[in-house]
């Protein structure tokens, strides 16, 4: 893409994806590299500026994550985050030391407005800390430009280099003002235009996608969640008649969503796609027999679901192309693309097998976060009842359901699932929560009902108000709605004697439970 560019430089830090999603919010295209990209890379890339993130690590201990001096003599300029601040001030020449008073949470932080960093921010204004370490002194050439009670440097600026250190956290909700102090960096700082919109990407996608295709027969992994959905209909607009769909019901769907994918996408439907149903349910309960541990699982429905992709390939003859619907949060969290541990092997990502009998795999939307893919979806014109549908993992009820998956165990996450999507929406509350499911523990405890002794499985009931699903809140729900839906799946669901509420944020949990 023929874009302004922001690196941010990942060093392990929790909030990486936040930093990359709040410069796209700024209409400034963003990458996350890891420390150990080669820096003739980064130059190659001609960014308009650099990030560099957070990271768990002390910047003066033997082995942390580090960066070169040559990478704030780049002219280009460079904004370092709590720990990209201290490494910043570290490397040039600065000290950074132990903080005897450790500063977490919300803090109020007195800005100096004269920097243009701080345009237009309130000189008292709440940021989010998480630091033990301080800088103790700056690097030379560097004054402060903002302090609090027990931070004698909260962010610096060598304003002739260009270059800016934060030690709090700008790119999360709780920096009351980040927003703003982000977009002074790039878009006034690092002199972005803010060129990067969803109208033109549809266009370019639509154009590089033909050139690559080719007369080339393209098949699309389509699961009927948004993601993919978007996908398959960017790939349509792009080849037509050269693009089959391949929908793998894997018996792991919430209730009746296959018959549902089957009327939007089939003959039935408005799409007026080469659409393909595949009944695989009892290939994937057997290959999932007896595994419990969620990476394996991940990875074996991610492996399974290339075999049958490969298998309509043959059937339909000479295809030359995979298509999928992964997007930038499931590059990252599966460990690709930057520094961050592996939070999960997204089936499409890390889950994919090494060996693949395709020529080459399409993936149009990956670089994009959630938000921006429902961009692309209005764009394209899907209806927003599809766009903005409840988000639904590729490894479905395989990962909301703890421990081994068994079809009996499916049935009882359906009916739930399907009593707590039901009770919601006649609350009201459907368009007031991003997500929201039921899971199945893999818990079962002591029970009494009719009398009688039970012992049997608790549900976990999920929902969350997020933003960018990054970061996410538990939702508050009224009481009276889960007492009501507690008591219908207790009542109407086989096998569950006790219903849970899930008021975990993410981070440190994430919105999914495996």
């Not at 990252?332 to 089936?347: F, R």
């Not at 976060?369 to 979806?377: A, L, P, S, Y």
Request: net charge negative; aromatic share 8%.
């Amino acid at each position: 893409m023929n874009k302004e560019l922001v690196i941010v430089i990942d060093f392990g830090g929790q909030y990486n994806q936040l930093v990359a999603r709040r410069v796209r919010e700024c209409n400034v295209y963003c990458e996350i590299y890891s420390y150990n990209t080669d820096l003739a890379k980064i130059k190659a890339m001609n960014p308009k500026g650099i990030i560099l993130t957070g990271g768990p690590s002390s910047c003066y201990e033997e082995g942390a994550a580090t960066c070169s001096k040559e990478l704030f003599e780049l002219g280009i300029p460079v904004l370092g985050l709590c720990y990209g601040a201290q490494l910043m001030m570290h490397v040039l020449g600065g000290r950074v030391e132990r903080a005897a008073v450790r500063e977490y949470g919300k803090t109020e932080v007195k800005v100096d407005n004269t920097s243009p960093l701080f345009s237009g921010v309130t000189e008292n204004t709440i940021c989010w800390m998480s630091h033990f370490d301080y800088i103790a002194k700056m690097a030379a050439g560097f004054r402060a430009v903002a302090v609090t009670d027990n931070c004698p440097v909260a962010a610096a600026e060598c304003a002739e280099r260009k270059l800016y250190a934060i030690q709090f956290h700008p790119e999360v909700l709780h920096t009351v003002e980040g927003s703003k102090m982000l977009y002074n960096f790039v878009r006034g700082i690092c002199g972005c235009s803010g060129d990067w919109r969803m109208d033109s990407f549809v266009e370019e996608q639509v154009k590089a996608i033909r050139e690559k295709v080719g007369n080339g027969r393209v098949l699309c992994a389509l699961s009927g969640g948004v993601d993919s959905s978007v996908a398959a209909v960017l790939l349509s607009k792009a080849v037509g008649e050269q693009l089959t769909c391949v929908f793998v019901d894997h018996g792991l769907l919430r209730k009746n969503e296959g018959d549902e994918v089957e009327a939007v996408f089939g003959s039935a439907g408005s799409y007026k796609l080469n659409f393909i149903r595949v009944n695989a349910q009892e290939r994937f309960y057997e290959k999932l027999a007896g595994v419990s541990e969620p990476e394996r699982k991940r990875k074996i429905i991610g492996e399974e679901f290339i075999r049958v992709f490969e298998e309509e390939a043959k059937k339909i003859g000479a295809v030359d192309f995979l298509v999928q619907g992964t997007i930038y949060p499931d590059v990252v969290e599966s460990g690709l693309g930057g520094e961050s541990a592996v939070i999960k092997s997204h089936h499409n990502v890390g889950g994919l097998p090494d060996c693949v009998d395709f020529k080459e795999i399409i993936e149009p939307l990956r670089n994009l976060f959630k938000d921006e893919v429902r961009k692309v979806g209005l764009e394209l014109g899907i209806p927003e009842h599809l766009v903005f549908r409840q988000p639904f993992p590729g490894p479905g009820l395989g990962i909301r359901i703890i421990g081994e998956v068994t079809a009996e165990k499916v049935k009882v996450v359906q009916d739930a699932d399907a009593i707590y999507r039901e009770e919601i929406a006649n609350a009201g509350l459907a368009g007031n929560i991003n997500q929201y499911f039921a899971a199945l523990t893999n818990m079962r405890s002591v029970g009494v009902m009719g009398d009688e002794r039970t012992y049997d499985y608790a549900i976990a009931l999920r929902a969350v108000n997020t933003i960018d699903f990054m970061t996410a809140e538990a939702a508050q729900l009224p009481w009276e709605v889960l007492q009501k839906v507690t008591s219908r799946i207790i009542n109407e669901v086989s096998h569950v004697n006790r219903v849970l509420y899930d008021v975990t944020s993410k981070p440190p949990g994430t919105i999914e439970f495996e």
